[in-house]
């Protein structure tokens, strides 16, 4: 009966815990920067395209909210774990061209067109350069 008396009284203690009211949202003017880049240490890669996709991930992610700078960074990070990535540099000069780098954009281009001859969108992108 014992054992009993304290799973409910742990049971009740999980509901009161899960009950609670979650913390308020920070406002917009306190929400934290979109990624301080001096706060990155230089990174040794190695070729890791687990590492360069989720990278793309969270550089749309950032790309979808407008933070370009944060995008960049990370389609750029992507480009470093899998230099092989047609994805991360295509997502790469779409975010710097968005951001008005042409030159940088022209250069991310290339190198997809260069990785992805064969893709869909290769007139398209020509037209870019």
């Known amino acids: ?20 009211k979650p913390e308020k949202p920070l406002p ?16 040794e890669y190695s070729f890791n395209p687990v590492q360069a996709e989720a990278e793309i991930k969270i550089g749309n992610f950032y790309f979808k909210q407008g933070k370009l700078k944060a995008a960049i960074l990370r389609f750029r990070e992507a480009t470093q774990w899998n230099p092989q990535s047609a994805e991360a540099f295509l997502r790469l000069g779409t975010a710097l061209e968005k951001s008005k780098d042409k ?10 067109l260069e990785l992805a001859p064969d893709a869909k969108n290769v007139a398209e992108i020509k ?3």
């Open 1 to 20: 009966m014992g054992s009993v008396r304290r799973i409910i009284l742990t049971l009740i203690a999980a509901g009161a815990i899960w009950a609670q």
């Open 127 to 129: 037209k870019k350069l």
């Open 103 to 112: 030159k940088a954009a022209k250069e991310a281009y290339a190198k997809y």
């Open 28 to 43: 917009k003017s306190e929400e934290p920067p979109e990624e301080d880049t001096t706060l990155k240490e230089k990174k």
